[in-house]
Structures are given as structure tokens and as C-alpha cells.
């Protein structure tokens, strides 16, 4: 009997349900043999439904069979495991803490290789096996283990939730729909997640092109980095050469201004000692005479008086004032406010140089003192390539176009929580901080978009004006109407008039303060212009009153 029980093949006496050699086996109507307590947790599981089932070949039985137990698979069960020739067959895993378990195992749990979508059951290896033989089972819908399969049942009624409803946004159970979404837009919910899914093709296609485009920018970014450093680099070698010859220039004239100072002073200074040594030589003649005319004023004998007087009296040198031949003394202040006259015209020259070689970060290297443009053909010229960012479209915006083009749908967009989005208004920013000289375009449709321009820093929550473009002092905002403009700042409203075009361009030098709104048909023609002074980068901007209406930025060549 050892020998006998040593060939006998283990699965033959195991219960499918919990894989474990059979204990007070039972055989049920369609022939298949389960442990009792294991086929009676398997159909008390099932009275909800009022239906009893085979757990192999799901053949249905009504009423539920009463259980007997087999004592000739009982006795041939009990000498498999006295013979100790049982084990588990390989190829079966327990399940670990992370693992998905078999629904079906009642004893040890084994790990699930799969999850049926139609049962809503997940199965390990040897429970699966039916979903492979049974014909109707092999149509079910098999995916990875999930232990997320009781979301899909319905929590009021036990059902699962096979079914969509449009109206109310959310899956339902059949119960459900005969009962709270009677004559409710409804679909399966394999036919909505399959135009979801297209929906979401779709989506993925747009962000794939945006990051194509995105990366063909940081390519062109790095080759404008590599310019500029290449441009910078020579600038700054050629203004050091310059610099160094202007100072060499400056200190060879300093040079020679103090020797022709030094010159001057020489050529001074001896015309003064020669007229000095004269004036000197004279006074020591009159001071002789004086000292004899002094003697002779002493001399008592009048005719001794009067015979010399003629002859002392007389000087012999010139009596006049050197006054008149004496220049006054040679003033070098005016050499000084020469020079300096000289320093306050270089410096004028180099405050001037250093206005026009100021470097803005989206022109490098571009002229700030250029007149704004009068043609089109002029301000394309400055065209700016302008994305929208969806982190701040309002949730009902839809992006297209690789994200140039929005407009408001009924149906809620993919859009993640981010705290740049705005929350109330129909309202979506460029990627682009601008700065420097821009201009770019936008295509409408529908009566009443606001073309705008926005700090960064503009309130995103809420439906307050701090967050509505124009109604504050961080954004400007152009209404374009069928029939007529206004322009909005800071809750200000401004009347505007002009050509109604279904294009609007926008002009800004963010240096000088200027943002300008044109209408762009045969003529370009300006509708507004705003001289302020701008304390952030600007980011265009578009802001919708209705269903209908769509803005796209234009690709300008």
C-alpha cells in the first residue's frame, strides 16, 4: 500500500481552493472535489447572488447541493499523507506582505499572478488555470494582481461598476442605473475609457510635441550661449585693447601738458627776475642819490648849495612806474578748466558708450536708442516665439497647437493641482519672460477676448479683481469686442478706437516703458499705447468671457 500511495499523483487529492491535500473531501454535482470547509466558505461567499458554482468549471447549481463527504477520497487522502510522499508543487509562491493574495486560497494564501477584470477576482497560478481552459472564462479581461479590484464594486449595492454615467461624471453598477440615473447619459465603462484613452493619446501627442519643440529651444538656447560668451569674450579683449590705447593716449598728453606748463613757468619766471635785477639796480642808483641830495640838503654854504643842486638833482635814470611794463603774473587756472573741460566731455562719452552697450536678455547686444518701429515688416523684426503654460490654465482651458492656441471647454482638462494655475478666471500665461524689445501676435475668434500682459508675481486664486488681467497693477489688458476695444488697468477703463481685425499684435520695449497694441490687417494700426515703467519681465497673456472663443499666438517667420 506504501508502494501504491508513494505513485500516487498529489495533485489528484489536493483542493484546488486551498491547494492543501484534501480534508473531509466532498465531491460536488459537476464531479469536482473540494475540502468541505473550503467549498462551503467559497458558497456562503456566493448566497448573495443566490447562485452556487463550481470554483473550476463554473457550472452553476440551484439550489446549493448538499455537501457528503467521500470517505473512498477521504481514505485515499488520508494514506497520501501518512506515506509523507506530499509536497507542494514548485511552482506556486506564497504570498509575501507586498504581494496581491489569491482570492480563491482559504488556507495558505498564494501570491496572485492575475486579476480578472470581469470576476473582479485575483488568482494565483493553479486558480487561474480555468480562465485558460474554460471557453467563456478565456474571454474575460486578465491584468496585472491589483488590490485596487474592490474599488470597482458598487459600495451601495455590492455590484461591480460596469457602467459610466456622462451626466454625473462616475461609474455605476446596473442597480445603480435603474434606480438614481434613470434616463442619465450612459456608456460601459470599457466604452469610456476607450475615448478616454484617445483623449488621452491625444494629450500625450501634445506634450510630446512640446517637448520636442522645448528641447529644440534649449538647443538653440545653448547655441546662443556659446554666441554670446564667443561675442563677449572678443568684446571684452577688443574694448581692453581700446582702453589701454586711450589710456596711453591720455597719459602722453598729460605729458605733454605739464611740460608745456613747465614750459610757460620757465619763460614767466625769467621775464620776472630780469625785470627784478633791473628794478633792483635802480633802486640801489636812487637811494645813492637820495643819500647825496640828503648830505648836500646839510650844507650851509649857500653857494656851494646851489652850484652842486643842478648837478645831483639830476638822476640820469627813468623816474617812470614799472607798472606799466609789468604783466600780471601768469594764471595756469585756465590750463586746469581745460583739462577739465576735457575729463567732463570724456566722461560724457563714456556714460553715453555705456548706455549704448548695455545688454538686455533677450537682445544681447541690441542698441537700447533705437526708435520704436513704425511697419510691420519692422516689428517682425522682434517677433518672440510665445507658448502658453499649462500649469496656469484655468482647469476648463484646453491647449492646442503645441500649447499657442486655448480656448474654454465644458468638459475639465488634465490639468494637475499647481499653485500657478488660476482658479476662477478663464485665464492662461506664456512660459516666456520677456524683457528687451518683443513683438508677437494673437488670432482670435469670438466676441469679447482680452488680449493681456502680466507680471509673474499676479494673484492666481480666487475670483478677486487681484487675479483678473486689467484690474490691477500687475497686468494690462486689451478687451477686443465685434465691434469695439477698451483697455483695462487697474480696474481703470480706457475707451479705445480703431479698425476691428480679428489679429492683434503687441509691441514691447521693456526698457523704455512701452507696451503697444495694434490691430494687424492691411495696415498696422495702433489701438493703445501704455508708457509706464516696468519692475518684472512681462508674460503674455489671454483671458476669455465665453464658450466659443479662441486665441492663438501666431508662429511669425
Known amino acids: 500500500m506504501a508502494q501504491r500511495g508513494a505513485q500516487l499523483d498529489h495533485l489528484k487529492y489536493s483542493c484546488s481552493i486551498c491547494l492543501d491535500i484534501l480534508r473531509d473531501p466532498v465531491t460536488i454535482p459537476c464531479g469536482h472535489s473540494y475540502c468541505m470547509d473550503c467549498i462551503k466558505v467559497y458558497w456562503d461567499g456566493e448566497d448573495h447572488k443566490h447562485i452556487h458554482s463550481c470554483p473550476q468549471c463554473r457550472q452553476i447549481f440551484i439550489p446549493r447541493p448538499v455537501l457528503v463527504k467521500n470517505i473512498t477520497l477521504a481514505e485515499l487522502a488520508e494514506e497520501l499523507k501518512e506515506t509523507g510522499h506530499y509536497a507542494a508543487p514548485d511552482d506556486v509562491q506564497t504570498a509575501g506582505p507586498e504581494d496581491v493574495t489569491c482570492d480563491i486560497c482559504t488556507g495558505a494564501k498564494l501570491r496572485a499572478v492575475k486579476s480578472c477584470l470581469v470576476c473582479l477576482v485575483s488568482y494565483c497560478e493553479v486558480h487561474l488555470q480555468n480562465h485558460y481552459d474554460v471557453p467563456p472564462l478565456q474571454k474575460h479581461k ?137 628794478l633792483q639796480q635802480e633802486i640801489t642808483e636812487l637811494r645813492r642819490k637820495d643819500a647825496e641830495l640828503e648830505q648836500l640838503s646839510h650844507t650851509e654854504d649857500l653857494n656851494v648849495f646851489l652850484q652842486n643842486l643842478a648837478s645831483v638833482s639830476a638822476l640820469g635814470g627813468s623816474t617812470c612806474s614799472y607798472s606799466t611794463i609789468i604783466h600780471p603774473p601768469r594764471d595756469f587756472r585756465d590750463v586746469t578748466a581745460a583739462v577739465s573741460t576735457l575729463r567732463d566731455k570724456i566722461q560724457d562719452i563714456l556714460r553715453g558708450n555705456q548706455s549704448n552697450t548695455s545688454l538686455t536678455a533677450s537682445q544681447l547686444g541690441g542698441l537700447m536708442s533705437e526708435p520704436e518701429p513704425k511697419t510691420r515688416a519692422h516689428f517682425l523684426e522682434y517677433s518672440q516665439g510665445i507658448t502658453l503654460d499649462p500649469d496656469s490654465a484655468y482647469r476648463f482651458l484646453m491647449l492646442t497647437e503645441g500649447s499657442r492656441k486655448a480656448a474654454p471647454v465644458q468638459l475639465q482638462q488634465f490639468h494637475s493641482h499647481h ?139
Not at 191 to 217: C, G, N, P, T, Y
Not at 230 to 251: G, K, P
Not at 439 to 457: F, I, N, P, Q, T
Not at 465 to 494: I, P, Q
Request: charged fraction near 25%; hydrophobic fraction near 35%.
Open 419 to 557: 499653485p500657478d494655475r488660476f482658479t476662477y478666471w478663464w485665464q492662461v500665461l506664456s512660459r516666456e519672460g520677456l524683457i528687451g524689445r518683443c513683438y508677437w501676435e494673437v488670432e482670435l475668434e469670438g466676441d469679447g477676448v482680452y488680449v493681456a500682459a502680466a507680471y509673474r508675481s499676479i494673484s492666481r486664486a480666487g475670483k478677486s479683481n487681484d487675479s483678473m488681467f486689467g484690474y490691477n497693477d500687475k497686468s494690462w489688458s486689451l478687451r477686443c469686442a465685434s465691434n469695439s476695444y477698451t483697455f483695462w488697468h487697474n480696474e481703470v477703463l480706457t475707451p479705445v478706437s480703431g479698425p476691428r481685425s480679428s489679429r492683434i499684435g503687441v509691441y514691447l520695449d521693456h526698457r523704455a516703458g512701452v507696451l503697444s497694441f495694434y490691430s494687424v490687417g492691411k495696415d498696422t494700426t495702433l489701438l493703445h499705447r501704455v508708457q509706464t515703467r516696468f519692475h518684472q519681465p512681462l508674460h503674455a497673456g489671454i483671458s476669455f468671457f465665453d464658450y466659443g472663443e479662441s486665441a492663438e499666438f501666431v508662429k511669425l517667420k
Open 142 to 278: 486578465l491584468v496585472k494582481p491589483s488590490k485596487n479590484l474592490q474599488e470597482n464594486i458598487c459600495p451601495l449595492h455590492n455590484e461591480a461598476m460596469k457602467i459610466f454615467c456622462r451626466t454625473d461624471q462616475q461609474s455605476i453598477c446596473y442597480v445603480c442605473l435603474m434606480q438614481d440615473h434613470k434616463g442619465h447619459e450612459t456608456v460601459s465603462a470599457a466604452a469610456e475609457r476607450a475615448e478616454k484613452q484617445k483623449e488621452l493619446e491625444v494629450s500625450r501627442q501634445l506634450i510630446q510635441q512640446v517637448i520636442q519643440d522645448q528641447e529644440k529651444d534649449v538647443k538653440l538656447l545653448q547655441q546662443q550661449v556659446e554666441t554670446i560668451s564667443v561675442s563677449a569674450d572678443q568684446a571684452v579683449e577688443d574694448s581692453e585693447e581700446i582702453v589701454s590705447q586711450l589710456i596711453h593716449l591720455i597719459q602722453k598728453r598729460s605729458s605733454d601738458v605739464k611740460q608745456q606748463i613747465r614750459s610757460q613757468q620757465e619763460m614767466e619766471m625769467s621775464r620776472v627776475r630780469v625785470l627784478q635785477e633791473k
